[in-house]
């Protein structure tokens, strides 16, 4: 036996921590609180945090933080990061791919399309940052000496509770929508399939992406969702991970403040996004700009 | 010099002949109500009993649902665009052959100025219906899809302000979008809703195709929970919009639409010609006796001209004319009902007990029905009630601010986030407010200005989705 192959066989991995991911850093649970995540086949994974309702708020603040310079930047820098985000993606194919056959159960090669069409989700997004004024936005003829024109405008912090079967290419196609526009986003992972999500916070970590625009939580969706659909500065909240009977209270909660919400279940989400979850975060904005001389 | 006195020109209200009682318009009949009861809506600035109505109850509305249901599915849901459009067109010709019969009847029935209902209300009224007419037949241009679809049967509740005006917001994109309606007025207005009706009927619109059931908040409860429609729209109260959107949360899906409160900011600079930003301050929050949801209702005034400003001010108001509605000189017409006057009242007064000072012009107020002098509050401060309620009346509070980035922390600070107002000589500071202001309509040197083509409509609690322009029309179609 070579002393490479001994030492191969005999070296213990050195293993990841899966923390949150809140204002650009990665706090564990201030509750000290993490749960058991295991793979497809049933055996340990991890232990992951266990996010409190205090991280949820925290997560909340921090995306309020980033919102102003989030939303401010030029949709060509927007749209610049969100690419960034795809090119580190690229670079980490074969991890993600081993994470999520890991935790769906996926075959090599479908968990490698999965993260291909992850990557390729980042791509699209990243082309409509400058795209959505020109497609959403008009210029109203009234009748009066006035330019009148819409345009569209990100609504602020967006609550994700992501979808709970894919968990990567179904976490990005809920957040990217959101955060394209100019929102920041809190976004509760999946709850069985937490791992993936915390592996591509580290990604978003070292992309461009400001910390605070993506704030990733993990945790119960039962125990987190509540704080965020009752949270009043959050400004709309995306319910597709969350079962039924609790989408319905959450959106009894979320009138609160009249959260814009969204409430389209899991789909296939290998299938082309459509704009809708888009511009479900989007205000329109008219203004009525004098002309005279 | 002397000072000339108006002399009274009082509009005749004999070009209006009300009935003695109405019913229901349900199946393009007034019918009766099967488990209504009757009740009255009277002149708010007389007290004077102006007709009975009545009231629908939940076997009403029901009946009213399946009518709509009926008239969606056999008919206008199949009818070709082009012939929903000129039913349109012919809606908005006669509005506009009825104009001054409707205007007498809104200023009655609601007590604004005849000035107002005849250059504002009646007029934008069918300028909506002539806006969406066009679109009827175009719709897959409107960036929805290629073929998009109406979503059925519409449960439209509207406020009491703007009673034909709302309804023509709400009525004119759900028809051309091949909706039915089931639409209800506010209790203290519903005539010209049902001036309405006998409008559809000249029209020959189809039976079904409107319904306008007359209530109250009963009323309203039973037509935004009827699990027969499939779109509520609703105007008014944040509070009440809060209620229906819990409601809708349960149950079958129905899209929603709501345009809510606002406690909008109107911005003066130092730059602005003074005496434009004060017509400007004066039709922001004295405009229909300040019942308006995107009311200039706090003044922000730049430090410098602080006392300019404020001075020109209340010179002006010195000059509002206050009284009769019909009369074709008032400025400042009657409040729209008792309980909205005890509101008002209520937060004056908290205006006053939390230490703001209020001032307001000398002004006799008639004796009978309900009436509130134009009144500033001065020294506010951003934590008084009457800074951060909307007070729905003809209340102003001032305000102060130093730099354009303050003017925006200050405008900002607010639940709501309907309108703003930005009064400067500088283009590029217009633009500069406009992008920070979280609202959802800016005017720039202007103030209370609405147009069909423009959408209207707030961010945060100010509700959800647009009525007019373009962006308008998504809220009837399944998109």
Redesign the interface.
């Known amino acids: 036996m070579s002393d490479a192959a001994a030492s191969d066989a005999t070296r213990i991995a050195v293993r990841k921590t899966y923390k949150l991911y809140i204002g650009g850093a990665f706090p564990r649970s201030e509750s000290g609180r993490s749960y058991v995540v295991t793979d497809h086949k049933g055996g340990f994974a991890a232990n992951a945090a266990l996010a409190s309702r205090k991280d949820a708020r925290d997560a909340v603040v921090a995306a309020r933080k980033a919102f102003g310079g989030w939303s401010a930047a030029t949709a060509y820098n927007r749209g610049q990061v969100l690419y960034r985000v795809a090119e580190l993606l690229e670079g980490r194919r074969d991890q993600f791919t081993a994470e999520v056959r890991a935790a769906e159960g996926l075959g090599a090669r479908q968990a490698g399309a999965v993260v291909d069409a992850a990557i390729d989700r980042w791509v699209w997004y990243a082309g409509w940052s400058d795209k959505i004024a020109q497609v959403r936005g008009a210029a109203n003829p009234v009748a009066g000496p006035y330019f009148n024109f819409s345009l569209p405008e990100p609504s602020g912090v967006v609550a994700v509770i992501a979808p709970q079967a894919s968990s990567l290419l179904g976490f990005v196609s809920v957040v990217a929508p959101a955060v394209v526009s100019g929102n920041t986003v809190v976004v509760l992972a999946s709850e069985r399939f937490p791992l993936p999500a915390v592996s591509l916070s580290e990604v978003l970590a070292t992309s461009d992406v400001p910390g605070g625009v993506i704030n990733v939580l993990t945790g119960r969706v039962a125990e987190i969702a509540p704080w965020l659909a009752s949270h009043m500065d959050v400004n709309a909240i995306d319910l597709c991970g969350a079962p039924g009977s609790l989408a319905e209270d959450l959106t009894v909660a979320a009138a609160e403040n009249l959260k814009r919400v969204v409430r389209a279940g899991e789909r296939d989400w290998t299938l082309t996004p459509g704009v809708e979850r888009m511009l479900a975060y989007l205000e329109t904005k008219t203004v009525w700009h004098p002309v005279g001389t | 010099m002397a000072k000339f006195e108006y002399a009274p020109a009082p509009e005749s209200r004999d070009i209006v002949s009300l009935r003695e009682s109405y019913g229901l318009f349900i199946g393009g009949e007034f019918t009766s109500g099967v488990d209504g009861r009757p009740f009255k809506t009277i002149s708010p600035a007389t007290e004077e009993v102006l007709a009975e109505v009545t009231e629908a109850g939940p076997a009403d509305v029901d009946r009213a649902v399946s009518a709509a249901r009926k008239a969606y599915e056999h008919t206008w849901s199949a009818m070709p665009g082009a012939e929903r459009a000129k039913y349109l067109f012919r809606i908005a010709r006669v509005v506009q052959e009825k104009a001054r019969e409707l205007a007498v009847l809104e200023s009655l029935d609601n007590g604004k100025p005849i000035r107002e209902s005849r250059d504002v209300d009646i007029p934008l009224a069918a300028?909506h219906f002539f806006y969406h007419a066009g679109w009827a037949d175009k719709l897959e241009y409107a960036?929805y899809g290629p073929a998009p679809r109406p979503l059925g049967v519409a449960g439209q509740v509207i406020p009491w302000n703007f009673p034909l005006l709302m309804l023509a917001w709400k009525i004119a994109p759900a028809l051309a979008c091949g909706n039915t309606v089931v639409l209800k007025p506010a209790e203290t207005t519903p005539l010209t809703a049902l001036a309405f009706a006998e409008i559809c009927q000249q029209a020959d619109l189809p039976p079904g195709v409107v319904n306008i059931v007359t209530g109250a908040g009963e009323t309203g409860r039973a037509l935004v929970e009827h699990p027969g429609i499939d779109k509520v729209a609703f105007t008014g109260s944040?509070e009440v919009?809060?209620e229906i959107?819990?409601a809708c949360?349960?149950g079958p899906?129905k899209k929603l639409t709501?345009e809510?409160g606002g406690k909008a900011a109107n911005i003066v600079f130092e730059d602005a010609p003074v005496d434009q930003a004060v017509e400007g301050i004066v039709n922001g929050i004295f405009f229909n006796q300040g019942h308006v949801c995107c009311a200039g209702s706090r003044l922000l005034v730049q430090e410098s001209v602080y006392d300019e400003v404020l001075a020109a001010l209340r010179r002006r108001l010195g000059t509002l004319r206050l009284g009769d509605p019909l009369d074709k000189n008032t400025d400042v017409g009657a409040i729209n009902s008792a309980a909205q006057l005890a509101k008002i009242r209520e937060l004056s007064d908290a205006g006053e007990a939390e230490g703001a000072q209020r001032w307001s012009p000398p002004c006799d107020l008639p004796v009978k029905g309900f009436w509130f002098p134009p009144t500033v509050f001065t020294g506010v401060s951003q934590a008084h009630r009457i800074a951060r309620e909307e007070i729905f009346g003809p209340v102003l509070s001032v305000l102060t601010f130093r730099t354009p980035a303050e003017a925006v922390e200050k405008a900002n600070n607010t639940?709501y986030?309907l309108s703003a107002g930005v009064w400067t000589e500088k283009?590029s500071l217009?633009?500069w407010m406009?992008s920070r202001l979280r609202?959802?309509?800016?005017?720039?040197?202007?103030f209370n200005?609405f147009?069909p083509?423009?959408?209207?409509?707030g961010?945060?609690?100010s509700?959800?989705g647009?009525e007019g322009?373009?962006?308008g029309l998504e809220a009837y179609l399944d998109?």
């Open positions: 300028a960036g944040t919009g809060k959107a819990r949360a349960r899906r709501l809510l639940p986030g283009g217009i633009l406009a609202a959802g309509v800016v005017w720039a040197n202007t200005k147009d083509a423009s959408p209207f409509g961010y945060k609690e509700g959800y647009r322009g373009r962006h998109v």
